[in-house]
């Protein structure tokens, strides 16, 4: 990633209020349900910890990354102030690189970020029965861009896991899905 762009992410994240609450990603809270209670996590761009915070504070380990330090330094501090800093590791990564080493991952984690480049290495990084959650910009009910994903693009890109659920609508796509055990 470019510096200007990791510049603009610190910018963005040295804004962000902390008191906001943790939890699921918006897009995945109807289903949250699903989410593991125990084992590892995996959260790419994981911007200000929200979602990593609330998978250690349901029983995960986690490991989250951001090419941003700022927004790690400040899930870090979410993290402290919520009592889960045993449970979640931060990491300065730019995902350029590919993904972070580290165990099989229970669920792995991908809100509105997409590189189609780490698409085989989640897939090969998430455990038998492991849930992967992605989600990001799309094109339905959106004019294209460069950073939006064209309509199917998810189920495509992760057909060899079993859907649970998905959806394409007002500029977002997200899905849900498992890996065969």
Sequence with gaps: MSADDRRRWDERYAAVDLAAGVGAPRLFAPHEHLFPTAGHALELACGDGRAAVWMAARGLDVVACDVSPVAIARARARATAHG??????????????????????????????????????????????????????????????????????????????????????????????????
């Design 84 to 181: 889960v800093t045993d449970h979640c590791r931060f990491a300065v990564v730019d995902l350029d690189e590919g993904l972070p080493d580290g165990p099989p991952a229970d669920v792995i984690v991908c809100h509105l970020f997409r590189d189609p480049a780490l698409d085989a290495a989640i897939v090969e990084r998430l455990a038998p029965g492991g849930l992967l959650a992605v989600a990001a910009l799309s094109e339905v009910g959106a004019a294209p861009g460069s950073f939006r994903v064209a309509p199917g693009v998810l189920r495509r890109a992760f057909a060899a896991l079993d859907v649970v659920a998905d959806g394409e609508g007002d500029g977002e796509a997200w899905l849900l899905a498992t890996k065969a055990q």
